[in-house]
């Protein structure tokens, strides 16, 4: 099946949940969330979720299991923690829960990023895979990142991914029953 027959089966609409990872965010500063927001809501998407999430690892990977085991959200995208500083730690939290990861999200998002800001693309540490059922996109916490991101990356793919996800889901959950 090609790439277009695979979009066209895809879901049209995906629920979603937004986490911003910050100490130093709230909703009247969360630029980059309400971006995400915006963006899934004009492309059909539910938001299920959006809260700001300290940058501490066991919150960020508390609130992925939790979204995990409610089943409301099929696709998490995380905003902010992803750089090198002492306290940008989401990838540290995401990248050790994903169970497949999506290698090309964080190459192809740096390459794109090269051309917009230079060699300061090498610094994020931008990330996505699948944990227990969800597609999970980590990206830098910029309004200018998460735009590009989002355009160019995730909303061409998103129906798609969290389809395929979907059927691995249900094809492990028939595993387990026999």
Do not use: N, W
């Amino acid at each position: 099946m090609g790439q277009r027959e695979h979009r066209r089966k895809s879901p049209a609409s995906v629920p979603c949940a937004i986490l911003t990872v910050s100490d130093t965010r709230d909703t009247s500063t969360d630029r980059s969330g309400r971006f995400i927001r915006q963006a899934l809501g004009l492309a059909g998407h539910p938001v299920v979720e959006h809260r700001i999430v300290p940058d501490e690892p066991p919150r960020i990977t508390a609130r992925l299991r939790a979204l995990a085991r409610s089943g409301r959200a099929r696709v998490v995208l995380l905003t902010g923690g992803t750089g090198i500083a002492p306290r940008d730690r989401t990838f540290e939290a995401v990248s050790g829960l994903l169970e497949k990861r999506l290698d090309g999200f964080g190459e192809i998002f740096r390459a794109l990023s090269y051309r917009r800001v230079g060699s300061a693309a090498m610094l994020s540490r931008a990330v996505a895979g699948t944990y227990r059922g969800l597609v999970v996109f980590s990206m830098p916490g910029s309004i200018d990142a998460v735009r590009l991101a989002m355009r160019r990356l995730i909303l061409p793919e998103i129906g798609h991914a969290a389809g395929l996800v979907a059927q691995g889901d249900r094809r492990g959950r028939d595993d387990r029953r026999d």
